[in-house]
């Protein structure tokens, strides 16, 4: 009995962060359409983000996570102005500054003048483009088709998976997280504070979400363009600006949830990025368009993941093979598609012929 | 009375014949002529010779003639059918993994060992079909996806045939086809070396698979599924088996993606789990969308792309001092690996192509013949 909570307990704390990085897709995909692969990429940029300001800099944990949620948000807006609606001027602003940077870090140049130059460079890029532009006339933004933003944004994964080891190291490093390995004991369970400290976290940013999305403007604004582009451009909301809020969003949940599963026992190693592949069945869960769906989803599959972990052994599945738990994951997934195609509470897709 | 333009067709079959113009009939000349002198002539010329030094050598063809083997089958799936998929390198392992098994614990001569990779590969594919009949779009990519971990899982575990972690050598299938054998070829009284002849073996190959799909893809079947592929519901309504084809496309592109296993497990002669896993996947799917969805040429030229470029970097890394870039010259120093400047390279191949050329290589090809064909009325 007491295993079955002290399961469920680790379950629900890894079914937390899956949960948060799915709210993250769910966001991206209720406001474009798009699956964000790149996601993955994020969660790395936040979690060694957080490293870098409490690490490397010696900032307080948490003021490093509240700015490596805000960088995170930042980088993902970017990704999604250049990237996915193509706008010429920002990429060759972008392109200047990454070439740059490289070449001057390169030549011996620390980080921080190196960026700052590049940064300098890339704005006047940006300004000599947009004046290229207006002459020109081509301001226009390319719509790509869904299959391909998919294969867009793992590219991006790919860019992004070499381009953080290839600043921090490969090794694994310690994130100095003021959880550490503590734990308190009621009962017969062992609560790590690090498990604890995740739930909270990662409750506060759900119940954060779920404020926005149900009081505010920007929120309703979102829910709009969900339910209908066009009637929402109709009503005058901007669809630069919703797209831009989804993926700050997206970016900053990420960076919540990439400090956490890089905090306490973990390491954090460039390949934290694979937890995001088994946050997938959590999504498909819980539907792709649903927030509530994405909590839902991700608490299930976190609790079946650490249940199956624990009672393999006990039931005798070892034959099962080592791992078993993550591939549990992805048939519980299954079984609950082929009754619900469309996910626990994902919108049903209406095909007109 | 002046000539009819040399091009015009007249009937229906015209238009389906494989090489009808006099171009493409000089293209197949070419074709049959570098198939066979190219292992002979290799060495010889300049120009291969300077591109062998860049890196393309005869392994890295043979490895992108079995590349393209099953690329042709993903784009059956994916460029006619619609359905995506992200687990082809799934198939291509159960293909090679059986080859090992077959053919050195069996024994099983090649014309029994190839034939049964395939059949096994279009069993595994027949079971994996009917999911989707359930689920579209992006819901299929993620089960996929999902295919993908069980299959790394599984080869990972059945440790009694797939040597778990550590793979298994596959140097004992058996490559002789009727009077030749292709580990040890011997013709007109010249020794062939092993890359040689594999050249021989799997792009005859890649020539018979290119000729099943065009074939399905230009007859009947072909025009099911691409209905499928537009308007699947459409399909039903007249008359189109939607299990039938659905099912059909993922068995039949996962035989062809076996028998690519196979043809790869007696290539690289051992193999391990990473063969087979996400990475492999995802440069299936961008041998097809880089060569274009949805053509036969696309699929072959994807293949070359994909299959060349790591080497091709590989190989200006080692010999120019690329900024930025560690590498042999440069020493450790550089910002990158050159395996890290692989993947981005190739990641941001992908972002762009589908950017500017979401046709791939195939639509620009396209492009030019449909501007030379109206020439001088192109614009």
Aim: no cysteine; charged share 10%; aromatic share 12%.
């Amino acid at each position: 009995m007491i295993q079955l909570l002290q399961g469920l307990f680790d379950g629900v704390a890894m079914g937390a962060q899956y949960s948060v990085i799915v709210l993250g897709f769910v966001v991206i995909y209720r406001a474009t359409g798009i699956i964000n692969f790149a996601q993955g990429g994020f969660v790395l940029i936040g979690a060694y983000v957080t490293y870098n300001v409490s690490q490397t800099w010696g900032w307080n944990f948490y003021l490093a996570l509240l700015v490596s949620i805000l960088v995170t948000a930042g980088v993902s807006m970017v990704v999604q102005r250049i990237l996915l609606q193509w706008v010429l001027r920002e990429t060759v602003g972008v392109a200047l500054l990454l070439v740059l940077w490289a070449v001057l870090y390169f030549n011996g140049w620390g980080h921080v003048p190196a960026v700052a130059t590049a940064a300098v460079v890339g704005l006047i890029g940006y300004g000599v483009t947009r004046r290229i532009e207006q002459h020109l006339g081509t301001g226009q933004t390319k719509e790509l088709p869904v299959f391909g933003s998919i294969m867009v944004t793992i590219g991006l994964l790919f860019v992004i998976k070499q381009i953080v080891p290839s600043i921090w190291g490969f090794s694994e490093l310690n994130m100095g997280d003021p959880w550490g390995l503590n734990v308190t004991k009621v009962g017969g369970l062992v609560l790590s504070h690090a498990k604890l400290w995740t739930i909270g976290l990662m409750a506060a940013a759900l119940v954060a979400f779920f404020a926005v999305n149900r009081y505010t403007k920007i929120g309703v604004a979102m829910r709009a363009t969900h339910f209908d582009h066009e009637a929402a451009v109709a009503q005058g909301i901007s669809l630069r600006v919703v797209f831009a809020v989804a993926f700050g969003i997206a970016g900053g949940v990420a960076a919540l949830a990439g400090t956490t599963a890089g905090a306490g026992i973990a390491q954090l190693t460039p390949n934290l990025d694979l937890v995001v592949f088994f946050a997938f069945p959590a999504m498909i869960l819980g539907g792709f368009d649903s927030p509530g769906g994405a909590v839902l989803g991700g608490v299930i599959i976190g609790i079946v993941q650490n249940l199956t972990k624990v009672y393999q052994p006990e039931w005798d599945l070892q034959w099962l093979g080592v791992g078993f738990d993550r591939v549990a994951v992805y048939i519980v997934m299954l079984l609950v598609l082929m009754v619900r195609p469309y996910g626990l509470f994902g919108t049903k897709e209406v095909h007109r012929v | 009375m002046s000539r009819p333009w040399k091009d015009l067709k007249v009937r229906y079959q015209d238009d389906l014949r494989l090489f009808g113009s006099p171009t493409l009939r000089a293209g197949l000349v070419v074709m049959v002529f570098a198939y066979l002198f190219i292992p002979v002539w290799w060495e010889t010329f300049a120009v291969t010779r300077l591109v062998e030094g860049w890196g393309l050598t005869m392994t890295t063809l043979n490895y992108a003639g079995i590349f393209a083997i099953g690329a042709l089958g993903l784009n059956l799936l994916t460029g006619y059918t619609g359905q995506v998929s992200l687990g082809h390198s799934v198939f291509i392992g159960v293909g090679a993994y059986f080859t090992a098994y077959a053919g050195a614990t069996w024994g099983l001569p090649f014309w029994l060992w190839l034939p049964g990779a395939t059949l096994l590969g279009f069993a595994v594919g027949f079971l994996i079909g009917p999911f989707a009949l359930r689920l579209r779009g992006n819901y299929l990519v993620v089960v996929t996806l999902g295919l993908v971990f069980v299959g790394d899982h599984v080869f990972r575990n059945w440790k009694s045939v797939t040597g778990g972690n550590t793979g298994v050598s596959v140097s004992k299938a058996s490559l002789e086809v009727g009077p030749f054998d292709f580990r040890d070829l011997t013709l007109f009284g010249h020794g062939f070396e092993k890359q040689q002849s594999f050249f021989w073996l799997i792009w005859g190959f890649v020539a018979v698979t290119a000729l099943l799909v065009k074939n399905i893809v230009r007859t009947r079947p072909g025009r099911a599924l691409q209905a499928v592929r537009d308007r699947d519901i459409a399909a039903e309504i007249i008359g189109i088996d939607l299990f039938r084809y659905k099912t059909m496309a993922f068995a039949i592109s996962s035989a062809i993606a076996a028998m690519a296993g196979g043809l790869y497990g007696t290539l690289q002669a051992y193999v391990s789990p990473i063969d087979f896993g996400l990475l492999v996947a995802i440069q299936y799917i961008a041998m097809v969308i880089l060569g274009g969805l949805g053509t036969v040429h696309g699929s072959i030229i994807g293949a070359l792309f994909v299959g060349a470029l790591p080497r091709v970097i590989d190989g200006l890394a080692k010999d120019y001092d690329l900024p930025g870039v560690g590498g042999d010259k440069g020493g450790l120093e550089g910002i990158l690996s050159v395996s890290s400047l692989n993947q981005v390279i190739f990641g941001l191949l992908i972002a762009g192509f589908l950017l500017l050329e979401p046709r791939g290589i195939a639509g620009i090809l396209a492009r030019v013949r449909a501007y030379f064909k109206a020439w001088p009325f192109s614009y």
